[in-house]
């Protein structure tokens, strides 16, 4: 039974469900594509990185995706990871002794479309799959039972909101503001003890959860160190909704006060932040930390109404849940318009995205 001493009050933030034109399943291209950039990057950690003595004595490999959202990258992302290890036992003639049976749990937030994942998995699979609902900032699995976590595109995610940007009476209330880019430093510095506190706990489960030996493929999203955060996509995508929602306070669409209490619960990495909590953490070994930069092709992908959908596919369920149903197709489309308006700068601007691999140190 998972420790209570470590389980945290962890909010969720589903991507929108459903496989229609506005859901995540048909608006995550960008996340696909980031994912195949680094799958040879991937496969040359496993083949170099994963101890398959420490594993022998299991029949089974355990593979969890963290955060899965639904299909199809994080099948994408399975079927790369099942593949690189089966290489890795042919590579030390495993293959025909015997070959693992694997077991796939695929975790995300209960109110995650598990209905819609489940429906979705690919026929031909080799492996067999779980589902785990719950956040990764707490314990999910039984002490040394998963061989390889993976996480891609969710660990930018707080567990929730800082409290001091939402406490009227803090120096880092947030008034005005929906995010820390642009904004005080001690609402930056808020979300930054959140987000250490929020890895504290991830890697304090994980390490717990993996067997010696096992390891960590993690994508990030972040920044470089030293850079400022104004020149990435994820700076001018919140610019802009920040933008859209005051305007609908103008309007009179929604009210002050609902925009002042509203803080989207996103933090952007840097290298050197990361490694300082794996190296408090001491369970863990970085084996890789590559900076994989991108920057928008110009591509039908990427046109303003692709970008206003993937947008609308991450942020959809907040915007709900602090405003309501009524607001978010008028938000939406005058996000869309915003995103034309400034598609020739959004296009310039960088996306960083970090691979980083972990191994479980043995005592």
């Known amino acids: 039974m998972a420790s209570e001493e470590i389980r945290n009050v962890s909010e969720g933030y589903p991507m929108k469900g459903g496989d229609g034109p506005d859901s995540y399943a048909k608006n995550s291209t960008y996340q696909r594509k980031a994912m195949e950039s680094v799958k040879e990057l991937v496969t040359k950690g496993i083949a170099e990185k994963l101890d398959i003595d420490l594993l022998l004595p299991s029949n089974s490999f355990h593979i969890a995706d963290l955060g899965c959202s639904v299909g199809p990258n994080t099948f994408s992302s399975v079927e790369n990871i099942l593949e690189a290890v089966q290489l890795k036992f042919q590579s030390q003639g495993l293959m025909n002794h015997r070959i693992p049976e694997f077991q796939v749990f695929f975790n995300d937030h209960t109110p995650n479309d598990f209905n819609l994942l489940f429906k979705s998995l690919p026929s031909n699979r080799q492996y067999y799959a779980v589902g785990v609902p719950g956040s990764f900032y707490d314990r999910l699995f039984p002490s040394a039972s998963i061989h390889l976590f993976h996480s891609s595109f969710a660990l930018q995610w707080l567990s929730k909101v800082p409290k001091d940007v939402e406490d009227k009476n803090s120096p880092a209330w947030n008034k005005g503001r929906i995010h820390y880019l642009g904004s005080t430093d001690e609402v930056v510095r808020a979300y930054k003890a ?61 009210s002050e006060e609902k925009l002042d209490s509203f803080n989207i619960p996103m933090y952007s990495i840097c290298p050197q932040e990361l490694e300082a ?51 978010t197709d008028e938000l939406f489309d005058l996000y869309g318009k915003k995103m034309e308006e400034e598609l020739s700068i959004f296009k310039q601007r960088k996306r960083t995205n970090f691979l980083v691999v972990l191994k479980r140190k043995a005592k």
């Open 194 to 254: 959140q987000y250490s506190e929020n890895m504290e706990s991830f890697l304090r489960a994980r390490a717990e959860e993996l067997v010696y030996g096992g390891l960590m493929v993690l994508i990030i999203p972040g920044h470089p160190q030293g850079t400022p955060l104004s020149p990435t996509v994820a700076y001018l995508t919140l610019q802009v909704i920040e933008a859209c929602l005051i305007d609908m306070v103008r309007k009179g669409v929604i």
């Open 277 to 327: 909590l794996v190296e408090q953490n001491g369970s863990f070994s970085i084996e890789t930390l590559e900076t994989i930069p991108h920057v928008l092709a110009d591509d039908a992908v990427f046109n303003a109404k692709q970008l206003a959908a993937h947008g609308r596919a991450v942020l959809e369920g907040l915007i709900k849940q602090q405003f309501g149903n009524e607001i």
